[in-house]
């Protein structure tokens, strides 16, 4: 089925203009084009909405925390038992089965995105020492395009250079570091506070301004470091940043202080919600979105993911270790905690979201307050944190929330009030999200956020990914968004009638942006000194796709 025509739908392509036009899709070669033979295979899409292939920014699926946490929740996913699908026999596709959860395995995960009509997916946060098994994972996953950002925020190497006031080689550093690792963007996660913690220090953050250890770093100084350099180095994704403070009462302050740390330039700050906490007398949490959402709708420069709170098990897996133990410290949950080596930390809790729990419903009201009173939705884009803030199998129930004021409102009522005094919901938002704004928050955003000019539209030329959906005859959107009855990866159909058929490998996504080799005589010796890997054996190497494109440095 190289060539393809999806006939009489309703398509919606904010990228290209289109909201709600009746026209038709043409697919040769993986690609989207003007027009096909007219005896080319065809898809009836009539009374069906049609949208690109979904791109999801920030959710965690190939990692070595990934697969801790597979190990920690085991009983979890054995309770959910995936059997392999059943395949035309015609097809190449080999199915697996699996297993789900939170914390899908592999096959599952390819699986389950595409189910949903996703197409796209990126790792937020790889550890370079673990990025061979993350490039692993991604060949283990069905289907989804696939690449991850990596870890800088904490790396020793880094710290000594920027406390050396060496911006310059810091920037080269960076450079090498994707290169090595294979990676798509430079991933900030408490930037300095892990290190911190590390090194045995427990007091409260100090804000941006305090220096970490006896390095004489600060927070502010990775911030701007590395920003300047993910710009400087013409990368298609700013960098990616996961602020001081997750989850404190107050911690909007902190997150608005980054964001002014690094004013003008281009920055992507995650999972929001979890950072929009304001406080109330006696040091409680209340919500802070509003004032956030004020920053970022009078910045253009800066965006974000909300990563949505969702009731139900959810599985917390970080970087930030100093969270992950304050989160095991007060629910007596299990826990995992990971020093890898000199680049970062890791902290895995199992969590369970519930609806009269006071917390949860702040947090779930803060994520929506965050998407009703954004003025851009190609800036505030869709996220669960996957699997911290619940699954991304909760995306269709997110959007049903965010397109159906009389559910949100009845599902408002059931939630534990004793936060939400002041919170621009619980005082009525009236507005709900159009098909274009979804199209937007789940598609045209996520690619344009992440430079992918041929991902997240139809126009000619793009890749050739395409999901089909049937409305609900009742208007239930979670069902619609759900069950796609079509999807079309890189030209190949891969869910029909709404049934998984094949399941073709995705590619990688990464960068190559070059480096000064000058930059690698020092590291071959703090290799040397303190690795457990050898400098030469650290790089993946290359890889079995052609990097995507960086901007001319010169």
Not at 73 to 79: D, F, K, L, M, T
Not at 110 to 123: E, K, N
Not at 324 to 335: D, F, I, Q
Not at 429 to 445: C, D, F, H, N, P
Request: charge should be negative; hydrophobic fraction near 40%.
């Amino acid at each position: 089925m190289s060539r393809m025509r999806i006939t009489g739908g309703t398509v919606y392509d904010p990228a290209n203009g289109v909201d709600g036009d009746v026209r038709d899709i043409c697919i040769d070669s993986g690609r989207i084009v003007a027009d096909v033979p007219a005896d080319s295979s065809k898809i009836d899409a009539r009374g069906m909405v049609v949208m690109a292939g979904g791109v999801d920014v920030h959710s965690h699926v190939a990692s070595g925390s990934v697969n801790l946490a597979r190990r920690l929740v085991a009983e979890e996913r054995s309770r959910d038992a995936v059997p392999a699908p059943d395949f035309a026999s015609s097809h190449d596709s080999v199915p697996r089965s699996g297993t789900g959860g939170t914390v899908p395995s592999t096959f599952t995960t390819g699986y389950r995105y595409a189910g949903l009509g996703y197409t796209t997916v990126f790792d937020a946060a790889v550890a370079p020492l673990s990025a061979r098994l993350s490039h692993a994972e991604f060949d283990d996953t069905p289907i989804v395009d696939g690449g991850f950002f990596v870890l800088m925020g904490n790396d020793e190497y880094l710290l000594r250079l920027i406390g050396n006031d060496e911006r310059e080689r810091a920037r080269e550093y960076a450079a090498w570091l994707l290169g090595a690792a294979g990676g798509y963007a430079i991933k900030i996660v408490n930037p300095g506070g892990i290190e911190r913690w590390k090194q045995g220090d427990r007091r409260p953050f100090a804000g941006l301004d305090a220096p970490i250890g006896v390095s004489g770093v600060t927070p502010r100084a990775i911030l701007e470091t590395l920003v300047d350099a993910g710009n400087a180095l013409g990368l298609p994704h700013p960098a990616h940043i996961h602020c001081n403070n997750l989850g404190i009462a107050g911690n909007v302050e902190t997150t608005i202080e980054s964001m002014r740390a690094v004013v003008g330039r281009r920055a992507h700050f995650t999972h929001l919600q979890f950072h929009s906490y304001g406080a109330a007398k006696g040091g409680v949490r209340c919500s802070g979105a509003r004032e956030l959402i004020e920053y970022v709708n009078t910045h253009p420069e800066t965006s974000g993911d909300v990563g949505q709170v969702m009731f139900g098990n959810a599985t917390t897996l970080s970087a930030d270790g100093p969270v992950e133990y304050l989160l095991h410290k007060s629910t007596g949950r299990k826990w995992v905690n990971v020093d890898i080596e000199l680049e970062t930390g890791c902290g895995i809790v199992p969590f369970s979201y519930k609806e009269q729990a006071a917390v949860s419903a702040l947090q779930w009201v803060v994520g929506l307050e965050l998407f009703l009173l954004s003025a851009d939705p190609w800036r505030v884009v869709l996220s669960t944190d996957h699997p911290n803030g619940g699954s991304f199998m909760a995306y269709p129930e997110l959007i049903r929330l965010l397109m159906d004021r009389t559910y949100r409102a009845d599902r408002l009522k059931t939630v534990n009030q004793k936060l939400l005094d002041g919170s621009a919901l619980a005082d009525g938002i009236s507005r709900e999200y159009t098909l274009r704004e979804i199209a937007i928050v789940t598609r045209a955003g996520p690619a344009r956020l992440l430079g992918l000019r041929d991902k997240g539209h139809l126009g000619v030329g793009a890749d050739a990914d395409v999901t089909v959906y049937m409305p609900d005859s009742g208007g239930d959107w979670s069902r619609m968004f759900s069950t796609p009855r079509y999807v079309v990866k890189g030209g190949t159909l891969v869910v029909e009638e709404g049934q998984l058929r094949q399941a073709p490998g995705g590619r990688r996504l990464h960068v190559r942006p070059g480096h000064d080799a000058g930059i690698e005589h020092g590291l071959k010796d703090f290799f040397d000194r303190f690795g457990t890997v050898s400098f030469e054996n650290y790089s993946v190497g290359a890889l079995r796709d052609a990097p995507c494109a960086v901007r001319d440095r010169s």
